[in-house]
């Protein structure tokens, strides 16, 4: 089965630290966490408190994202919260522990994070649907963004009949063709091309 250990660790190096960009739909964030989709984190009382500590310190100005990012950095209490938040909201929603190949538990929970559990899991389940050869290897199952144990089960057919391969470059081409749309939308989305840093095509 897949450790979640492994998807947090490769996930987490993407994210970055504070920020609170304007164009960002979810506003102000912290290690991928927004504030306006996840008001109630624990973790956003130990935010406001850098925040003002270092507005203090600057004189009453606006507070420094460096200066905040390399004090929130070394809060060991906050990283712990992090972890359990991304467990709890991603891991946990896409059936992490369910799931018997940790690539493609790398993917979903990384897309999960990225987009959404409920869209990372509806391109999971499209992909299994398209690759079963027109229910030849096994049966369409339902695209209910749910991760069911029909998913479940016929994730682990497409895994046997084509490998983990093909299923992971499938799920990335809806991946990029999801943030083509979004740019091509909402062009001040353009500033956000770290997101196919995102998209690993698998070779082997």
């Known amino acids: 089965m897949a450790d979640f250990e492994i998807s947090y660790s490769l996930t987490n190096q993407l994210e970055g630290g504070y920020a609170n960009d304007p164009d960002d739909k979810g506003g102000e964030t912290y290690r991928g966490i927004a504030r306006k989709f996840h008001p109630e984190w624990e973790g956003w009382k130990i935010v406001d408190e850098v925040k003002g500590q270092t507005r ?8 420094n994202v460096e200066s905040i990012n390399d004090v929130l950095d070394e809060n060991e209490e906050l990283h712990e919260m992090i972890k359990k938040f991304y467990k709890e909201e991603f891991w946990n929603k896409i059936q992490g522990d369910s799931i018997t190949n940790q690539s493609i ?3 979903v929970y990384d897309n999960a994070v990225n987009m959404g559990p409920d869209k990372s899991i509806e391109y999971l389940q499209r992909t299994i649907n398209i690759l079963n050869k027109n229910q030849l290897s096994y049966n369409d ?3 209910d963004k749910s991760m069911g144990i029909k998913t479940l089960i016929a994730l682990s057919a497409c895994i046997k009949a084509l490998g983990v391969k093909r299923i992971v470059n499938v799920i990335n081409g809806f991946q990029v063709k999801h943030y083509l749309e979004l740019m091509e939308k909402n062009p001040t989305q353009e500033k956000y091309i770290g997101w196919f840093n995102r998209v690993e095509i698998v070779w082997s």
């Open 56 to 63: 203090q310190r600057d004189g009453g100005q606006v507070s």
């Open 105 to 107: 538990a790398n993917e």
């Open 141 to 143: 199952i339902p695209v």
